[in-house]
T-cell receptor
Framework: GQQVMQIPQYQHVQEGEDFTTYCNSS?????IQWYKQRPGGHPVFLIQ?????EVKKQKRLTFQFGEAKKNSSLHITATQTTDVGTYFC???????????FGKGTKLSVKP | DAGVIQSPRHEVTEMGQEVTLRCKPI?????LFWYRQTMMRGLELLIY????????DSGMPEDRFSAKMPNASFSTLKIQPSEPRDSAVYFC????????????FGEGSRLTVL
């Protein structure tokens, strides 16, 4: 079945450094979504990418969808302590309409 | 506007007991998802309903797990009998457009089976 792999599993950065997490799907995706989960919280939607090669920005966050629609990345510029949490990608393969989550990248930021 | 409401927030039970988790999706949303989150396995999709009908239940671990959605405003996830390996946080999420649009997650139900 459809699998979504995400790396790295953990990332520790100094405040002000950049951060990137990568997501790869075993199958072509119709869309990909990104979520953030704060410690002890629930996943919160950040963005959805639909088009091949699409790039979207939200302030310091840049999201990219690969040309083949099988991979995606999230880049945070100049991390802040408020960026702490786990970032998940979630892919929709389209056949059943369900959303398969990667295992997430846990980001810690040292002030 | 109220978000997705789950109950109970925490449940501690003994092995062999029946557990029922409840979810009220956002009014007007036609899709509902149950996910289980553990450190080892991450967020696993258990079952997905669209217009109260189960569309994909391939993630339901085994016959001990069952889910129902009797109407558009209520869903239950039942585990009978429960086992220690069922300990996890169970999230319910709803959306307007299935997996095409944003999923709104509830706060989760943390289950501990002793």
């Amino acid at each position: 079945g459809q699998q979504v792999m995400q790396i790295p599993q953990y990332q520790h950065v100094q405040e002000g450094e950049d951060f990137t997490t990568y997501c790869n799907s075993s199958t072509t995706l119709s869309n990909i979504q990104w979520y953030k989960q704060r410690p002890g919280g629930h996943p919160v939607f950040l963005i959805q990418l639909v088009k091949s090669g699409e790039v979207k920005k939200q302030k310091r966050l840049t999201f990219q969808f690969g040309e083949a629609k099988k991979n995606s990345s999230l880049h945070i510029t100049a991390t802040q302590t408020t960026d702490v949490g786990t970032y998940f990608c979630a892919g929709n393969g389209g056949s059943q309409g369900n959303l398969i989550f990667g295992k997430g990248t846990k980001l810690s930021v040292k002030p | 506007d109220a978000g997705v409401i789950q109950s109970p927030r925490h449940e501690v039970t003994e092995m062999g007991q029946e557990v029922t988790l409840r979810c009220k999706p956002i009014s007007g949303h036609n899709s509902l998802f149950w996910y289980r989150q553990t450190m080892m396995r991450g967020l696993e999709l258990l079952i997905y309903f669209n217009n109260n009908v189960p569309i994909d239940d391939s993630g339901m671990p085994e016959d001990r797990f069952s889910a129902k959605m009797p109407n558009a405003s209520f869903s239950t996830l039942k585990i009978q009998p429960s086992e220690p390996r069922d300990s996890a946080v169970y999230f319910c999420a709803s959306s307007l457009q299935g997996a095409v649009g944003e999923l709104f997650f509830g706060e989760g139900s943390r289950l501990t089976v002793l």
